[in-house]
């Protein structure tokens, strides 16, 4: 899922600097703040190209399947996780990602990935404990 996420949150970014190619590199950059991370093509794109796959093939979601409520949740815990995880490592690893791994697109792609995974764990283990709790 990370995969299908990551080339959406790079396909969605070439389409941000298409679409303003004087915009910040990163939304997250951008002077209105969180408003231009929801309103990035990067960020959406990354979130329609990971969920569907997730639903899909992923072996911690196939008891939710048949369970629509239940799912959701799980599905918003978990993309709440992803998006707080890929914000954190943005700012706390990107920069210097992006100046030791040239390009420097490409240092920040991988921070942001890293966070990403970093983020779905404690997103992941606290899903888990609220649908065990209420199941």
């Known amino acids: 899922m990370a995969a ?6 790079w396909l969605g970014g070439r389409i941000d600097r298409w679409i303003d190619p ?3 590199f990163c939304p997250l950059h ?17 979130l329609a190209f990971a969920i569907p796959p997730s639903i899909l093939w992923s072996r911690c979601l196939q008891p939710l399947r048949r369970q629509p409520a239940r799912l959701a949740f799980a599905l918003a815990v978990d993309m709440g996780g992803m998006l707080a ?6 700012f706390w690893i990107g920069r210097a990602l992006a100046l030791r791994i040239p390009p420097a697109e490409l240092g920040m792609h991988l921070a ?3 966070g990403m995974l970093a983020g779905m764990l404690p997103a992941m283990w606290l899903r888990d404990v609220v ?3 209420g199941g």
């Open 30 to 46: 951008d002077s209105r703040g969180w408003i231009a991370l929801l309103g990035s093509w990067m960020t959406w794109l990354m």
């Open 85 to 90: 995880g890929m914000i954190a490592a943005h």
């Open 112 to 114: 942001m990935l890293t």
């Open 131 to 133: 649908l065990a709790g």
């Open 22 to 24: 004087n915009a910040p």
């Open 4 to 9: 299908f996420g990551g080339f959406g949150m």
